[in-house]
């Protein structure tokens, strides 16, 4: 039967493919493909792991069986029981073999997999007592996870090193039909190790239109769909699922004729990227004869040659953080580690600019080991820079690697979340102290310049203070509209509350592009605006020159600039600022 879910549109096109089900679980899972060579061996991992938590069971129930009934109750003996017989249950095994086989799942993906097969199961059944054993099942699964990660953990701490990196199927691999993600909620970092893999497009149940999720889709370049309510809960495994993009909608099971109409809607698309190709290689001049500088926003070094394909003058942001995201406590990027990775994107821009930002963690970018949960906001707590600050070996260790690579091409320094001045010049100081110290040691390293996000109202009030120790600002409109309306820009739920058009949102970024001009500084938006082409007229007006977005954005902001006159956009411009509804203005405009 078919049916239709509505979210959020993250990222546009249409995909229609099968669905691939992430189970969620109170344990993180990771999620990748495997090499058929690595099948048995996967099939071992959750056999040792189903062992572990058979023999940790057994041990309960001798115990049970010394203390006795007055200290032991029996239900606790026969939880145990049931316990036991989920672990032994042949259905729960064939089914996690098939998903790896078959499949080619990572033992921890095929393991919840099978969770949600049976699980559902258990939902279906009239006896309440076989349904409320559907807990058990979920608590079995998690001490099976468990047992896997301590053996991951145990191997890795032996080897000296991180566990493997994720990895996804070469092209070649490719099945014939297309895949698509249904999950509650992904993190970027599992987003990163899809990126490699063979999906063409993804909804969740949570999530918000500029959540780092959202972003890294965006990047990706696959239609996405987020905040789609109990899509997970609601979708099968392998259900034909169309994935609309534009139109934020999932349409499940679809009949012909919707196949038949969305099939043409994704020629139409094709035809329309085609048409945009043919810009790539015009120079980004309005009609009045004013450049503008398109730049792209990266996540790993690999980025780079997609940002050129784009025709990106530049990088505007390399969010280093996808470095450090997914690794154990104790396991962060070295300084050798992070230098190659830098180097790797400079020499692959070819001579271009490129700015790196220092590590943004928190908030909706937890790193293992480091976010516990138990921050009760963490997008006010210790993140980027505050983190940064409050580990000075880590900090000075990814200052070390970014101004070595800077002598392999032209760098800037970008830092996340600057908001008082002891911060700044805490900063700078240190910066300072590792520049002398690799002079000392006779290390290669670069000049770079050194700039400031402006993406919170406080940084965006004292400008010029700002000013006085940095070379360049950035705009990062997605936190900056988060902080100044108060809106958790991951949350659905007051997802119609984050309004970029807001007025103190406008006069915000008005103003830091207008004093920056002043003082003749450069000045970028390297936020969600940037790349959003109903935005791009009024940030022309505004004075803005420099744009970083995803490199899938480039093409379409550059048809905009190409279109407009930034005489005729100046005075209209004011005219949005001033208004007391600026969308009204804006919608009249076009």
């Known amino acids: 039967m078919t049916f239709s879910l509505h979210g959020l549109a993250v990222a546009p096109g249409v995909v229609i493919g099968r669905a691939v089900l992430v189970a969620s679980s109170r344990v993180d899972v990771a999620h990748y493909f495997i090499e058929p060579s690595q099948v048995e061996g996967e099939i071992e991992r959750v056999r040792r792991a189903r062992n572990a938590v058979m023999d940790e069971i057994h041990r309960l129930q ?63 059944m009239e006896d ?34 991180r566990p493997a990196p994720l990895i996804g ?15 509650h909620e992904l993190s970027p970092s599992d987003l990163l190790h899809f990126k490699q893999g063979v999906f063409a497009g993804f909804v969740t149940d949570v999530g918000g239109k500029t ?46 004729i919707i196949l038949a109409e969305y099939r043409f ?33 990266i996540e790993l070094p690999e980025d780079a040659p997609a940002a050129l394909q784009a025709g990106a003058v530049g990088v505007g942001l390399f969010r280093t953080e996808f470095l450090f995201m997914g690794r154990p406590a104790g396991h962060l990027p070295d300084e050798e580690e992070q230098y190659q990775a830098y180097r790797m994107a400079i020499q692959g821009m070819q001579g271009r600019p490129v700015t790196i930002r220092t590590v943004d963690v928190g908030a909706d970018k937890p790193m293992s080991g480091h976010q516990d949960g138990s921050h009760l906001n963490p997008a006010l707590g210790l993140r980027a820079i505050r983190w940064s600050l409050s580990e000075p070996a880590m900090f000075v260790t990814q200052l070390r690697a970014i101004l070595r690579a800077a002598s392999h091409g032209p760098v800037y320094m970008l830092i996340p979340m600057l908001a008082h001045l002891g911060e700044i010049r805490q900063t700078v100081a240190l ?33 010029k203070t700002f000013l006085k120790y940095f070379d360049f600002l950035s705009l990062g409109t997605n936190d900056l509209i988060q902080y100044t309306l108060a809106i958790d820009r991951a949350d659905q739920a007051v997802a119609h509350l984050y309004d970029p058009l807001h007025p103190a949102v406008l006069r915000l970024v008005a103003d830091t592009i207008a004093e920056c001009r002043a003082q003749g500084k450069s000045v970028s938006v390297c936020g969600e605006m940037a790349g959003d082409i109903s935005m791009t007229r009024l940030l022309l007006g505004l004075g803005l020159r420099s744009f970083s977005m995803h490199p899938a954005q480039i093409l379409a902001v550059k048809q905009e600039i190409l279109r407009a006159d930034t005489g005729e956009l100046s005075g209209w411009a004011q005219n949005v600022l001033a208004h007391e509804e600026p969308a009204l203005i804006m919608s009249q405009q076009e």
């Open 431 to 463: 910066v300072e102290q590792v520049r002398a110290s690799l002079a000392r040691e006779g290390v290669p390293h670069g000049q770079v310049l050194l700039g400031a996000m402006i993406e919170i109202p406080a940084a965006a009030l004292m400008l």
């Open 62 to 124: 001798q115990t049970i069986d010394q203390l006795g009934p007055k200290e032991a109750p029996h239900e606790l003996r026969a939880l145990l029981d049931v316990h036991l017989m989920l672990l032994e249950d042949e259905e729960l095994v064939a089914g996690v073999k098939q998903w790896i086989s078959g499949r080619l799942y990572n033992a921890e993906w095929a393991l919840t997999s099978q969770l949600e097969v049976v699980a559902r199961q258990f939902d279906e």
């Open 169 to 183: 199927r070469e092209h070649g691999d490719e099945p014939q039909e297309p895949l698509v993600l249904v999950a």
């Open 265 to 297: 809607k994704q020629r139409q698309n094709e035809l329309d990227r085609g048409r945009l190709e043919r810009l790539r290689d015009t120079r980004a001049v309005t009609l009045d004869g004013q450049a503008v500088d398109l730049l792209a926003n």
């Open 211 to 256: 959540s780092h999720t959202a972003i890294v889709a965006r990047s990706m370049d696959i239609p996405a769909v987020v905040g789609a309510r109990q899509s997970s809960q609601l979708i099968n495994q392998d259900d034909w699922v169309i994935i609309d993009g534009d139109a934020g909608v999932v349409i499940v099971d679809p009949s012909p």
């Open 128 to 161: 309440e007592y076989l349904r409320e054993r559907k807990a058990d099942l979920e608590q079995i699964t998690e001490k099976i996870l468990r047992a896997m990660r301590q053996q991951s953990d145990a191997l890795a701490e032996a080897a000296g090193a």
